[in-house]
């Protein structure tokens, strides 16, 4: 089923904004998805998507939907938490290896984390093999907020995973001893990359990358093969950032948001030496979730390297333009959607495939446009 949408586009270049105006299409791939929240290609047209309840589903070339996977471990799901990401490995076609991250329930009751799994994908695709925990968020705390749970697996096979502060937790994500508020880079069989910035460090996780963020939920290499994320901030001063072995990204010491209802965070600064500044930060909060770099010739060259971060909060696709390391204009797409949009990810086959966020949610692919 095809869907005409009219497109306004709003164009801010220094401080100026003027208005677009042209037809997007986006065709309905799927319907009836409670929650969707990661998508991943498994080759010949069909997809594997989650739903934050705990169930992970094929979706046909024709856009069924088989049964839920068998395989899948004890998963908590309630608030923000619950089956979360999930993708294909680079060598899926051979080794049907599928990695995904979820709420980890403690194993004695009391608390929850962000954990990442491997598992092998069944030839009939029906239950997953094999299934091992290879990254546990710690320590596990009382939460339903805050999972971050973006899964990216680097140019050397390594993975990436996001993970948020936990809400209550939001000091902890400027100290070592933890891993809340952080990306980590771990090795796909699991344990920390020997490369990380704090091997061997005493008193600093091994498996930490970086650290100062909230709740990443957007996540995605550039073609260049360096990791970039969007970040939720509080209200306001939500992020893009483009995370470096090391580096502090300033959380909650910096934020160009306040708290909920009003008042300053902290000193209410937004810069501090030693700490990074994002390459753009939305105030009002868009709430970013899901990330991709257009890569294709689908829809022209003036999209190619385009950054594209889905909105819940305003329910539309932002195209963020990039020159470098600078995000110089970006455009509003498919306003009128109506639907949160909580994962955006390039396809094999060139198109843009968004994922909702809703009780009766859609997957959807992008048309370029008319």
């Known amino acids: 089923m095809k869907r005409s949408i009219a497109l306004s586009i709003a164009l801010a270049v220094g401080g100026l904004t003027s208005t677009l105006a042209q ?102 695709a029906t239950r997953l093999n094999d299934v091992k925990v290879i990254f546990s968020q710690q320590p596990k705390v009382s939460s339903r907020s805050h999972f971050g749970c973006r899964i990216v697996q680097a140019g050397d096979g390594s993975l990436f995973l996001t993970l948020g502060d936990r809400f209550a937790r939001m000091n902890d994500a400027q100290t070592l001893d933890n891993h809340h508020g952080k990306v980590v880079r771990v090795k796909t069989t699991g344990g920390a990359h020997p490369d990380n910035p704090f091997v061997g460090r005493a008193g600093a996780l091994p498996e930490i990358w970086s650290f100062g963020h909230r709740n990443v939920q957007g996540a995605a290499l550039a073609p260049d093969g360096r990791l970039w994320t969007s970040e939720h901030g509080p209200q306001g001063g939500d992020e893009i950032n483009r995370p470096e072995a090391g580096k502090n990204y300033g959380w909650p010491v910096i934020t160009f948001g306040e708290n909920y209802g009003g008042g300053t965070i902290g000193d209410g600064i937004t810069s501090k030496p030693g700490l990074e500044q994002p390459l753009h930060q939305w105030t009002p909060s868009m709430a970013p979730s899901g990330l991709t770099f257009v890569t294709s010739d689908r829809y022209g060259p003036a999209w190619k390297g385009s950054l594209l971060a ?61």
């Open 310 to 370: 889905g909105s819940l909060k305003f329910r539309y696709v932002s195209r963020l333009v990039v020159e470098g390391d600078r995000v110089v204009r970006e455009e509003k797409l498919l306003p009128n959607l109506n639907q949160r949009v909580r994962d955006v990810r390039e396809g094999p086959d060139g198109f843009i495939y968004l994922l909702t966020d809703d009780r009766n949610g859609q997957l959807l692919r992008l048309l370029p446009g008319r």
């Open 23 to 124: 037809a997007q299409t986006t065709e309905v791939v799927a319907s009836g998805l409670q929650n969707a929240w990661g998508v991943a290609f498994i080759g010949d047209g069909r997809m594997l998507v989650t739903e934050r309840p705990g169930r992970m589903r094929v979706v046909g070339a024709d856009g069924r939907l088989g049964e839920p996977l068998a395989g899948l471990p004890a998963i908590e799901a309630g608030g923000q938490g619950g089956l979360l990401d999930v993708i294909t490995d680079r060598n899926f076609a051979s080794n049907r290896t599928v990695y995904f991250c979820y709420s980890e329930p403690a194993a004695s009751g009391g608390g929850n984390s962000t954990a990442m799994a491997s598992a092998q994908l069944s030839p009939d």
